[in-house]
């Protein structure tokens, strides 16, 4: 059974930096980072393969956010640099078994609790 866990939320000011954790149990999972702002559809942040290569992201993050997985830790992080208001949201880790690092929501089927990121202008 995969268990994902998320940490590193908070209120940050912007321009601000912030970053997120999700512990996770299992091995061979692509990992991902979703997000899903107030009366919003939750959409893509960043994908990475279960290997560690490969990044995708979301052109809305793009040279902002960085998606990286330690194996040794069991751990996926994603980095958030030059926050803006329009990434307040809860962030949602999510895995699925190997393969490619998918965009599509109905492509995860392990999913944290999700963490409250809020930026201020």
């Known amino acids: 059974q995969v268990q994902l866990v998320e940490s590193g939320g908070g209120l940050v000011q912007t321009g601000g930096s912030l970053r997120l954790s999700c512990g996770r149990t299992g091995s061979s999972l692509t990992m991902s980072w979703f997000r899903q702002a107030p009366g919003k559809e939750r959409e893509f942040v960043a994908a990475?393969?279960?290997?560690?290569?490969?990044?995708v992201y979301a052109d809305s993050v793009k040279g902002r956010f960085t998606i990286s997985k330690d194996n040794a830790k069991n751990t996926l992080y994603l980095e958030m640099n030059n926050l803006k208001p329009e990434d307040t949201a809860v962030y949602y880790c999510?895995?699925?078994?190997?393969?490619?690092?998918?965009?599509?929501?109905?492509?995860?089927?392990?999913w944290g609790q999700g963490t409250q990121v809020t930026v201020s202008s």
């Open positions: 990475i393969m279960y290997t560690g290569d490969s990044p």
């Open positions: 999510a895995a699925k078994m190997r393969g490619i690092a998918a965009t599509q929501r109905i492509q995860y089927k392990y």
